[in-house]
């Protein structure tokens, strides 16, 4: 347990009287039942944080199946980031009438990204959040999203990801691999950001990304992208970005808002543009063997709570978004919505629709015939709404 509560972060908690309430919390009732606690929201009532403890451990005992699921974000992050990791559990439990209980794994606890695929992938826990990128050393065609300026936003996002073409196409490729996506994550498009003190306007057009050194992971697809815009793509792993951005090592990066305020980049940022290159977005995958060994109503109930969260998660997206922008707008941080013509600019400079991306978009979606598909699918709605920057 100390070493458990060593690798959890807590950042996303409001107040030191935050931290120490769910430590008080863990020290009393444990850990599950701390996390079940911070997510109902009882951790300040002793009265309804022993109720909550008490209800959680009737359910995992009456259980007939326990699922972990390891997530990259902390306790009370989908207000700033609509993970909603507390949902999602409420959610399986409820709809499996109980015979699934859930034990969150928040924060890293279990590990992150990749790492956390892999786990997956090989049964060590049930399900995991982590980013669809993190999905392409098993099933690399979900590195599609990655082409540019083509399901950047959070509508086209959506409707990519319900659509048939999708289902036919990616989700094929990676229960191939062993996986169920579950339900994917919107978390709103990348940015254009940039450091303190750099230029006193944002970034409107390409032509003001000239020179700029401007911090990538590893994704070779996002370091074309910043070449093709003028910038001088710099690697950076993501826990030195802070230092690097603050050193001047790199001028800007490109996280949704939602995750640059999250990771506490309202001190360093001036502008945060929001020019929606691809999204900046998330899956819950689930093993695909553990998943088939369930009864055809208890799979059936995990579907219906995904479903349920999936549009939990599409209705938070505004109030998460204005959240994030307050919090940095109180920093100092400003932000910028590119016209139209400034838009279409970006698009023209670095869009999908040049032929340098045409062995790409082979090489993952198949042919440019399958991804064709998948595009038409991307600007097609389809019944599931969600509120683009304005």
Known sequence: MKDLMNDIRFEAFESEMDRRAFMKAVSKYGFTAAVAAAGAGTLFSSTALAQTASEDAEREAAAEHI?????????GASRTMPIMQSDFKENIENFTNGKVYVKLGPGGSLS?????????QTGTIQAAQHSISNFAPF????????????????QKFTNLVNSDAWKGVVDPAIEAKGYVALWYVATDPRTTSIRKGLRDEPIK???DMKGIKFRVPGSAILQQLYR????????????????????????GLDPSVMALNIFGFGD?????SFTAPVPDSQVYSCNLEWLRGLDSAT???IFEAAEVTKRQNLAQIPAARAYAQSQMGAKGVKFYVPTEDESAQWVAAAGHQLDVWNDTKKELAGSLA???????AAETFNGYFVQDVK
């Open 205 to 207: 057009t390409p032509e």
């Open 228 to 251: 093709l815009l003028g910038a001088n793509p710099t690697p950076v792993a993501w826990g030195e970005t802070p230092t690097a951005i603050k050193q001047g090592v790199a001028d």
């Open 112 to 120: 992150t990204g990749s790492s956390l695929a892999e786990k997956v």
């Open 139 to 154: 099933a690399p065609v979900a590195d599609v999203i990655n082409i540019p300026y083509w399901c950047g936003s959070d």
């Open 268 to 272: 360093i940022l001036e502008w945060v």
């Open 370 to 376: 399958k991804f064709d598909e998948l595009l038409e």
């Open 299 to 301: 799979q059936d109930g």
């Open 67 to 75: 699922m972990t699921i390891g997530t990259a974000y902390v306790l």
